[in-house]
């Protein structure tokens, strides 16, 4: 994909800071990091969602993201790691090329998600979601 700004940091037309690199997978430091030391692991195949990414290509890519994370804890300290994926601009995806964030945490990092529960108004509410979703599901 020509216009595609991880494309080209494959291609190493855009510089980065590479942590690890094979024939389907790179391993990059994030130019804007939630944590110092946030990376991001993508395949070198062009896909825009996880949705539409085959399965022995994620297989690759989540191997890439544990070592990583394992390198994180063992090399930086981390005392945790969080492992961030968006799909469509809805979810907060910038960049349309599949890419995992791997985020070292700390005790004293400063980082705090934004994480607030919507409870359902009463169980039968989440099992109807849940029924439309089982009737969904895909082999
Ligand atoms: P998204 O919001 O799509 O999940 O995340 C895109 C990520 O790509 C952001 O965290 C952003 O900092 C990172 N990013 C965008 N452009 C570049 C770039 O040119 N180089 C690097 N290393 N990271 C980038
Ligand atoms: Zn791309």
Redesign the pocket.
């Known amino acids: 994909m020509t216009d595609c700004?991880?494309c080209?940091?494959i291609a190493g037309t855009?510089p980065?800071?590479k942590l690890y690199e094979d024939d389907d997978v790179l391993a990059?430091?994030?130019?804007?990091?939630?944590v110092h030391g946030?990376a991001?692991v993508i395949p070198k195949a062009h896909y825009n969602l996880l949705m539409d990414t085959p399965d022995d290509v994620l297989a690759k890519v989540i191997a890439v993201v544990r070592r990583i994370a394992r390198a994180q804890q063992a090399g930086l300290g981390a005392d945790g790691v969080n492992i961030?994926?968006?799909n469509g601009s809805t979810a907060?995806?910038?960049?349309?090329h599949l890419?995992v964030?791997v985020v070292p945490r700390f005790a004293d990092d400063g980082h705090h998600w934004n994480w607030t529960p919507r409870p359902y108004a009463d169980a039968s509410e989440a099992a109807a979601l849940a029924e439309r979703i089982r009737a969904a599901l895909l082999p």
């Open positions: 700004i991880f080209k940091i855009i980065s800071t990059f430091m994030d130019i804007g990091p939630l946030h991001l961030h994926q968006a907060g995806q910038v960049v349309g890419h964030h």
